[in-house]
């Protein structure tokens, strides 16, 4: 080997020194600098193998070491300056990523100029963790800068998705869809069969979604790329854990849960909740029909209204119609939350068979005990509504 072979080889380049700095050969010579110390020591691993080989290969050792040596010490690592350009990148750290995989993900996807760039800090100081996540990052940024990026929650993507109580099943998978990347028929489709999930609701219960009342209402963080069934998954558990962390049988569950989307969407204040649990209880002892407005409603998806119709009421075809149909309906009507699980578990002492929301605005609701104290409240409440300052609440 010539001297000047030599030097090709330990530089990886057969380029002449002198020939013009185009940007397409600096784009090479970038690519080659990144990868300078990984040739020059399989150039070292050569020379040691062909001296061990024979006796008198150490020649090799002995004319070239030295200024491999040299040129390793020479070595800088390509790395760019400051916090980047204003072109966003994603960069995925998954679980089980360590920092060797971090190093790469940055160098190959822009970020950093190179693996060495952040893969040498990284070695210096051992404590530096990543989080799983998705995370803004900018191209060009230096290997310090893209560590410190990767440590700042604020360049997390996360999709927080909140789903209140009460809602049902349909409208908390258009506001999925609506706040995140996940499409609409992916949600419809994951909602389909609730058997998936480990949900087995009775067998009659086949009407509108199988899965209404199974999801719990709360603000969620989606990582982008998360599926559909993924997260519907995330969604039952979430509300499966709370009835077991109750003691609620799974025998049980599909009863509890339906007397609780009742209380969720009937009661308006937190010490409400409890009382119309007990007047649920009460009516039901009696053989009393629920009479609930509710349970038209949601048949008819005509929320945000107080009233309901006589043709809605007398509605045979609605299997929800409580005031068609003695006992509970066959389903949950909505997404009930921790206050309403409660309440139907530990409702209120009382011997109240009525309530009505007397003030739609502050949500002050009348319980009573007789039909008559009851139709007594009834009048408190159209007067309400007579006044034509809460029309906007009475429509």
């Known amino acids: 080997m010539s001297d000047d072979e030599f030097e090709a080889l330990l530089r990886g380049s057969s380029q002449p020194d002198d020939e013009p700095d185009q940007p397409e050969q600096r784009s090479r010579r970038d690519r080659r600098e990144s990868g300078r110390s990984a040739g020059a020591l399989i150039l070292i691993i050569v020379l040691v193998v062909i001296a ?3 006796g008198s290969g150490w020649w090799a050792w002995g004319q070239y070491g030295d200024r491999v040596l040299a040129y390793l010490g020479e070595e800088e690592i390509p790395d760019y300056a400051g916090e980047g350009s204003s072109d966003e990148v994603l960069i995925v750290v998954e679980q089980g990523d360590i920092g060797e995989d971090v190093a790469r993900k940055l160098a190959d996807q822009g970020v950093t100029a190179s693996f060495e760039s952040v893969y040498q800090l990284l070695l210096e100081d051992t404590s530096v963790t990543f989080q799983p996540g998705t995370y803004r990052l900018r191209s060009e940024m230096s290997g310090s800068a893209a560590i410190d990026a990767l440590q700042d929650s604020d360049n997390r993507l996360l999709y927080r998705i909140t789903i209140p109580e009460g809602r049902s099943v349909t409208q908390a998978i258009e506001t ?9 028929a992916d949600l419809e489709a994951a909602i389909a069969d609730p058997s998936v999930y ?7 219960n086949t009407y509108l979604q199988p899965l209404e009342g199974y999801l719990f209402p709360a603000t969620y963080e989606v990582e982008p790329g998360t599926s559909a069934s993924a997260l519907i998954q995330e969604m039952v558990d979430e509300m499966l ?11 049980q569950r599909h009863e509890v849960l339906t007397k609780a989307a009742l209380v969720q969407r009937e009661a308006k204040e937190p010490e409400d909740f409890f009382k119309v649990a007990a007047v649920i209880d009460n009516r039901l002892e009696d053989g009393m029909a629920l009479q609930f407005d509710s349970t038209v409603t949601y048949w008819e998806n005509t929320y945000g209204t107080v009233w309901t119709t006589d043709e809605g009421r007398a509605n045979a075809d609605n299997p929800y119609n409580t005031y068609y149909y003695t006992g509970l309906p066959v389903g949950p009507i909505g997404l009930p939350g921790d206050i309403a699980l409660d309440a139907v578990l530990e409702p209120a002492e ?16 009348k319980f009573s005990n007789t039909l008559a104290e009851h139709d007594g409240a009834v009048a408190l409440l159209r007067e309400w509504c007579d006044n034509i300052d809460n029309a906007v609440y009475c429509e």
């Open 52 to 54: 061990g080989i024979a």
């Open 176 to 184: 999925i869809a609506e706040n995140s990347d996940i499409p609409l």
């Open 198 to 204: 480990g949900v087995t609701p009775p067998a009659e």
């Open 241 to 251: 854990t709370r009835l077991d962390d109750r003691g609620v049988p799974a025998e």
């Open 350 to 365: 009382g011997d109240w068979k009525y309530f009505v929301t007397v003030n739609l605005q502050s949500g002050e609701t």
